[in-house]
Protein backbone atom coordinates (compact mmCIF):
# COMPACT_ATOMS: atom_id res chain seq x y z
CA UNK A 1 0.00 0.00 0.00
CA UNK A 2 3.12 2.23 0.84
CA UNK A 3 4.52 1.42 -2.29
CA UNK A 4 1.07 2.44 -4.16
CA UNK A 5 1.00 5.49 -2.47
CA UNK A 6 4.52 6.23 -3.15
CA UNK A 7 4.18 5.79 -6.52
CA UNK A 8 0.96 8.12 -7.12
CA UNK A 9 2.98 10.73 -5.06
CA UNK A 10 5.99 10.55 -7.83
CA UNK A 11 3.30 10.33 -11.01
CA UNK A 12 1.47 13.43 -9.57
CA UNK A 13 4.73 15.47 -9.13
CA UNK A 14 5.90 14.69 -12.52
CA UNK A 15 2.63 15.83 -13.92
CA UNK A 16 2.87 18.77 -12.19
CA UNK A 17 6.39 19.37 -13.40
CA UNK A 18 5.27 18.58 -17.49
CA UNK A 19 2.66 21.17 -16.48
CA UNK A 20 4.65 23.59 -15.43
CA UNK A 21 7.57 23.65 -18.68
CA UNK A 22 5.08 25.21 -21.00
CA UNK A 23 4.37 28.25 -18.26
CA UNK A 24 8.20 28.96 -17.36
CA UNK A 25 8.74 28.39 -21.21
CA UNK A 26 5.89 31.26 -21.67
CA UNK A 27 7.27 34.03 -19.05
CA UNK A 28 10.79 33.99 -20.85
CA UNK A 29 9.77 33.67 -24.10
CA UNK A 30 10.38 37.05 -25.84
CA UNK A 31 7.64 39.33 -26.84
CA UNK A 32 7.55 41.28 -30.06
CA UNK A 33 6.91 44.79 -30.63
CA UNK A 34 5.19 45.97 -33.81
CA UNK A 35 5.88 49.62 -34.23
CA UNK A 36 5.43 52.53 -37.78
CA UNK A 37 7.90 54.93 -37.88
CA UNK A 38 8.10 58.38 -39.94
CA UNK A 39 10.09 60.68 -41.04
CA UNK A 40 10.07 63.80 -43.60
CA UNK A 41 13.01 66.07 -44.76
CA UNK A 42 12.22 69.54 -45.91
CA UNK A 43 14.38 71.50 -48.98
CA UNK A 44 14.43 74.49 -50.56
CA UNK A 45 13.42 74.13 -54.66
CA UNK A 46 16.30 74.47 -56.95
CA UNK A 47 14.11 73.84 -59.96
CA UNK A 48 11.12 75.52 -61.69
CA UNK A 49 8.82 74.42 -64.46
CA UNK A 50 6.78 76.75 -65.76
CA UNK A 51 3.92 76.07 -68.37
CA UNK A 52 2.53 78.09 -70.96
CA UNK A 53 0.51 78.17 -74.08
CA UNK A 54 0.53 80.56 -77.32
CA UNK A 55 -2.66 80.96 -79.20
CA UNK A 56 -3.28 82.06 -82.64
CA UNK A 57 -6.01 82.96 -84.99
CA UNK A 58 -6.24 83.71 -88.74
CA UNK A 59 -8.88 83.56 -91.82
CA UNK A 60 -7.10 80.09 -92.76
CA UNK A 61 -5.60 77.08 -91.69
CA UNK A 62 -1.91 77.56 -92.62
CA UNK A 63 -1.88 81.37 -91.50
CA UNK A 64 -3.13 80.35 -88.04
CA UNK A 65 -0.15 77.70 -88.05
CA UNK A 66 2.37 79.89 -89.48
CA UNK A 67 1.74 82.76 -86.61
CA UNK A 68 1.74 80.63 -83.93
CA UNK A 69 5.04 78.51 -85.14
CA UNK A 70 6.52 82.60 -85.08
CA UNK A 71 5.46 83.12 -81.78
CA UNK A 72 6.94 79.94 -80.26
CA UNK A 73 10.23 80.26 -82.39
CA UNK A 74 10.73 83.92 -80.79
CA UNK A 75 10.11 81.92 -77.16
CA UNK A 76 12.56 79.69 -77.95
CA UNK A 77 15.00 82.57 -79.21
CA UNK A 78 14.54 84.13 -75.86
CA UNK A 79 14.69 80.79 -73.44
CA UNK A 80 18.28 80.41 -74.98
CA UNK A 81 19.70 83.45 -74.48
CA UNK A 82 18.64 83.43 -71.05
CA UNK A 83 20.43 79.88 -70.89
CA UNK A 84 17.78 76.98 -71.14
CA UNK A 85 18.82 74.39 -72.69
CA UNK A 86 16.87 72.99 -75.88
CA UNK A 87 15.83 69.71 -74.02
CA UNK A 88 14.91 71.84 -71.27
CA UNK A 89 11.47 73.36 -73.47
CA UNK A 90 9.36 70.37 -74.39
CA UNK A 91 6.05 70.70 -76.22
CA UNK A 92 2.95 69.59 -73.75
CA UNK A 93 0.29 70.03 -76.08
CA UNK A 94 -0.26 71.51 -80.23
CA UNK A 95 -3.91 71.72 -82.00
CA UNK A 96 -6.13 73.64 -84.15
CA UNK A 97 -9.62 73.16 -84.77
CA UNK A 98 -12.04 75.48 -86.26
CA UNK A 99 -14.29 78.33 -85.62
CA UNK A 100 -17.69 79.21 -86.25
CA UNK A 101 -19.88 82.18 -86.11
CA UNK A 102 -23.63 81.16 -85.28
CA UNK A 103 -25.15 84.23 -85.97
CA UNK A 104 -26.50 82.92 -88.48
CA UNK A 105 -27.89 79.69 -90.05
CA UNK A 106 -26.23 77.55 -90.70
CA UNK A 107 -23.21 78.93 -88.55
CA UNK A 108 -20.39 80.35 -90.88
CA UNK A 109 -17.19 78.97 -90.67
CA UNK A 110 -15.00 82.53 -89.94
CA UNK A 111 -11.26 80.97 -89.46
CA UNK A 112 -9.12 78.68 -87.72
CA UNK A 113 -7.75 78.69 -83.84
CA UNK A 114 -4.32 77.13 -83.32
CA UNK A 115 -2.05 76.06 -80.11
CA UNK A 116 0.84 75.36 -78.67
CA UNK A 117 1.74 74.34 -75.18
CA UNK A 118 5.06 74.59 -73.81
CA UNK A 119 6.77 73.16 -70.31
CA UNK A 120 9.74 75.07 -69.63
CA UNK A 121 12.43 73.49 -66.74
CA UNK A 122 14.56 76.12 -65.40
CA UNK A 123 17.17 74.56 -63.25
CA UNK A 124 18.26 77.99 -62.28
CA UNK A 125 14.73 79.60 -59.91
CA UNK A 126 16.49 82.91 -59.89
CA UNK A 127 15.94 83.29 -63.43
CA UNK A 128 11.92 82.64 -63.19
CA UNK A 129 10.86 86.28 -63.84
CA UNK A 130 13.30 86.57 -66.73
CA UNK A 131 11.83 83.22 -68.71
CA UNK A 132 7.92 84.30 -68.08
CA UNK A 133 8.82 88.32 -69.53
CA UNK A 134 10.75 86.17 -71.96
CA UNK A 135 7.74 84.05 -73.07
CA UNK A 136 4.64 87.31 -72.75
CA UNK A 137 7.21 89.30 -75.13
CA UNK A 138 7.10 86.86 -77.84
CA UNK A 139 3.51 86.65 -77.74
CA UNK A 140 2.67 83.79 -75.59
CA UNK A 141 -0.49 84.75 -73.65
CA UNK A 142 -1.04 82.78 -70.93
CA UNK A 143 1.14 81.27 -68.37
CA UNK A 144 -0.17 78.96 -66.32
CA UNK A 145 1.19 76.44 -63.26
CA UNK A 146 4.67 77.03 -61.99
CA UNK A 147 5.53 74.49 -60.23
CA UNK A 148 9.05 74.14 -57.78
CA UNK A 149 11.01 71.35 -57.26
CA UNK A 150 14.58 69.95 -56.29
CA UNK A 151 16.49 67.86 -58.68
CA UNK A 152 17.86 65.29 -56.38
CA UNK A 153 14.70 63.29 -54.98
CA UNK A 154 16.51 60.44 -54.48
CA UNK A 155 18.88 61.67 -51.91
CA UNK A 156 15.90 63.75 -49.67
CA UNK A 157 14.09 60.39 -49.58
CA UNK A 158 17.20 58.49 -48.48
CA UNK A 159 17.95 61.29 -45.62
CA UNK A 160 13.83 60.60 -44.72
CA UNK A 161 14.18 56.84 -44.69
CA UNK A 162 17.02 57.01 -41.65
CA UNK A 163 14.68 59.52 -39.89
CA UNK A 164 11.73 56.89 -39.92
CA UNK A 165 13.46 54.41 -39.10
CA UNK A 166 15.08 55.98 -36.24
CA UNK A 167 11.65 56.99 -35.09
CA UNK A 168 10.80 53.44 -35.00
CA UNK A 169 13.66 52.34 -32.75
CA UNK A 170 12.96 54.75 -30.43
CA UNK A 171 9.09 54.55 -30.22
CA UNK A 172 9.86 50.37 -29.64
CA UNK A 173 12.23 51.42 -26.66
CA UNK A 174 9.85 53.66 -25.19
CA UNK A 175 7.33 50.87 -25.30
CA UNK A 176 9.53 48.04 -24.26
CA UNK A 177 10.47 50.28 -21.47
CA UNK A 178 7.04 51.03 -20.11
CA UNK A 179 6.44 46.98 -20.16
CA UNK A 180 9.34 46.85 -18.55
CA UNK A 181 11.60 45.17 -21.36
CA UNK A 182 14.65 45.80 -23.12
CA UNK A 183 14.98 46.31 -26.89
CA UNK A 184 17.29 43.31 -28.01
CA UNK A 185 17.20 42.93 -31.78
CA UNK A 186 15.30 43.97 -34.91
CA UNK A 187 13.08 41.09 -36.26
CA UNK A 188 12.07 42.69 -39.29
CA UNK A 189 12.04 46.00 -41.53
CA UNK A 190 9.39 46.82 -43.94
CA UNK A 191 9.13 50.04 -45.89
CA UNK A 192 5.40 51.15 -45.87
CA UNK A 193 5.41 53.23 -49.35
CA UNK A 194 7.49 54.86 -51.88
CA UNK A 195 8.76 58.08 -52.14
CA UNK A 196 6.77 60.59 -51.22
CA UNK A 197 6.94 64.15 -51.88
CA UNK A 198 4.80 67.41 -51.81
CA UNK A 199 5.52 70.35 -53.83
CA UNK A 200 5.56 74.02 -53.50
CA UNK A 201 3.02 74.89 -56.38
CA UNK A 202 1.74 78.05 -57.13
CA UNK A 203 -0.15 79.58 -60.12
CA UNK A 204 1.34 82.64 -61.88
CA UNK A 205 -0.68 85.25 -63.60
CA UNK A 206 -1.85 85.15 -66.94
CA UNK A 207 0.36 87.96 -67.99
CA UNK A 208 3.61 89.61 -66.67
CA UNK A 209 4.25 93.10 -67.60
CA UNK A 210 6.82 93.66 -65.67
CA UNK A 211 10.20 91.57 -65.19
CA UNK A 212 9.68 91.07 -61.42
CA UNK A 213 6.31 88.79 -61.47
CA UNK A 214 6.24 88.53 -57.80
CA UNK A 215 6.40 84.61 -57.43
CA UNK A 216 8.00 82.88 -54.81
CA UNK A 217 8.47 79.12 -54.34
CA UNK A 218 7.61 77.42 -50.74
CA UNK A 219 9.72 74.27 -49.28
CA UNK A 220 9.09 70.78 -50.42
CA UNK A 221 8.64 68.21 -48.03
CA UNK A 222 9.70 64.77 -48.35
CA UNK A 223 8.36 61.76 -46.51
CA UNK A 224 8.88 58.64 -45.56
CA UNK A 225 7.09 55.26 -43.85
CA UNK A 226 8.51 52.46 -42.70
CA UNK A 227 6.86 49.28 -40.22
CA UNK A 228 9.51 47.74 -37.87
CA UNK A 229 9.42 44.34 -35.56
CA UNK A 230 11.36 44.36 -32.74
CA UNK A 231 12.11 41.63 -30.40
CA UNK A 232 12.08 42.46 -26.33
CA UNK A 233 13.04 41.09 -23.03
Known amino acids: MKKRNWLLIVL ?18 PAKITVQGNGSVNAEPDVVVVRMSASSFAENMLDAQTAISGVVAAANEGF ?16 YYPRYSYDTEPA ?3 G ?6 LQVTCRDIS ?3 SVITAATDSGIAEIGDVSFDVSD ?12 IGNAGDKAAAMAAASGLTVVSLDSLTENQGYDARYAV ?5 EAD ?24
Open 202 to 206: MTAAK
Open 108 to 110: ELV
Open 153 to 164: KRELYRQALELA
Open 127 to 129: LLD
Open 12 to 29: ASFAMLLLGIPCAMAQNS
Open 112 to 117: YQATHE
Open 210 to 233: TVNTGIRSGSMSVSASVTAVYIAQ
Open 80 to 95: AALGIAPEDVVTVSYG
